[in-house]
């Protein structure tokens, strides 16, 4: 479960205001390629054909779009339910335009707010120096991030744990804007096989000619 500085920290970085790196026309731009790569993602058939990284499949939905993920499934009552974090690329854009992306667990997430607080700790009871605190957007049914700078540190930081030999990060978030410690939302993302696949990823998304 989370103690108090996991709250302290999640709230704090609720008051924090994203920086633009781009100019209007060119976020707008990189906005639309993204929007149409993740819906690509998103409504992506399960029969898909995949290449495996340990827990991590590389997919190719369209010739433009590849898709970098890890999906958990539990029993809750009498349904499964599954969340997942993606990265998605699409190659029409140069160097390629990349996103990634989280799926709660159905019903686990209720935060109204247009950023939501995301932590990536090394350890599910303790925190690390090397613990990431990043700020997502939201969309109601999943979170995404935009920033190149951002996913960068994102993937940095999940290569660095796979290194270590780390089986597993925890993902928090909060369940709503007033989460207290024992709401917030906990999703476990498996880190073996991660820098493989995300090399893969990383050299399969360029764009094609």
Known sequence: ?????????????????????????RRNIYR????AALSVYLNMPAAT???????WL???PRSSVLTLTFKQSISV??????????????RRDKPGIVGAVLIP???????????????????????DPSDLLQQWK???????????????????FLKTNDAEGVKAVHIFFPHDLDATPQVSTHIAISVSGFSDGFGAFQTACVPSK
Do not use: W
Not at 1 to 25: D, E, G, I, Y
Not at 49 to 55: I, N, P
Not at 81 to 87: D, I, K, N, Q
């Open 32 to 35: 639309c390629l993204l929007c």
């Open 138 to 156: 939201n969309s109601t049914d999943y979170i995404f991030l935009e920033s190149k700078e951002d996913i960068d540190e994102l993937g940095s």
């Open 58 to 60: 590389l997919e190719q």
């Open 1 to 25: 479960m989370h103690n108090s500085m996991h709250n302290s920290r999640l709230l704090f970085a609720a008051t924090m205001v994203p920086k633009s790196r781009h100019s209007f026309r």
């Open 77 to 90: 009552g009498n349904k499964i339910v599954t969340s997942e974090l993606g990265f998605v690329c699409d």
């Open 105 to 127: 667990f159905d019903g686990t997430l209720e935060y109204r707010q247009n950023m939501i607080p995301v932590l990536f700790q090394k350890n599910t009871d303790q925190n």
């Open 49 to 55: 054909a995949a290449d495996r990284y340990g827990e």
